[in-house]
């Protein structure tokens, strides 16, 4: 799968993707400027079905593609799981839309989160909890993009 990691402050996450049967690797975490429902500038980091990922990315950027961004977006799959941070608050998004603000940081999302919450308690930052993530994770790999809001 994946594994996103967000320490306060960085959010970080690999680049491995298995769709189709197919190896792949692509950018899991970026910045949103003037998101949609937030009007402000996120940091985004998501796991699941690529297709889930595009389109709430889309969504988050107000962009007319496949969808009205009055709408919720229509996932193909159940398999979408989120992280949000805008400065002030982390949220967690999954494929039927539920927003839900998480209030412990750190936290991490996907196949290898125990490995790289555990790394996180013992103080490694968000681009040092998904590299010991790889260490254990099958599902987590490729190379590492870590990001900041400011």
Same mark, same amino acid.
Request: net charge negative; no cysteine.
């Given at each position: 799968m994946t594994t996103i990691a967000f320490d306060g402050t960085s959010m970080a996450a690999d680049s491995l993707t298995q769709d189709l049967g197919k190896t792949r690797y692509m950018t899991k975490v970026h910045k949103i400027e003037n998101a949609y429902i937030f009007n402000k500038d996120i940091l985004f980091g998501a796991a699941? $079905?690529?297709?889930?990922?595009?389109? /709430?990315? $889309?969504?988050?950027?107000? #962009?007319?593609? %496949? /969808?009205d961004s009055r709408e919720d977006p229509n996932f193909p799959s159940d398999k979408l799981d989120a992280l949000l941070w805008d400065g002030e608050h982390l949220w967690n998004i999954d494929a039927a839309m539920v927003l839900l603000k998480i209030d412990t940081v750190p936290w991490a999302i996907g196949s290898g989160d125990m490995y790289s919450l555990g790394a996180m308690s013992k103080g490694a930052? +968000? %681009? %040092? +909890? #998904?590299?010991? +993530?790889?260490?254990? $994770?099958?599902?987590t790999g490729g190379l590492i993009k870590s990001l900041t809001l400011y």
């Open positions: 699941g $079905d690529v297709r889930n990922i595009k389109l /709430l990315y $889309d969504w988050l950027l107000n #962009v007319n593609s %496949e /969808l930052n +968000a %681009e %040092e +909890a #998904v590299s010991t +993530a790889m260490t254990y $994770d099958v599902g």
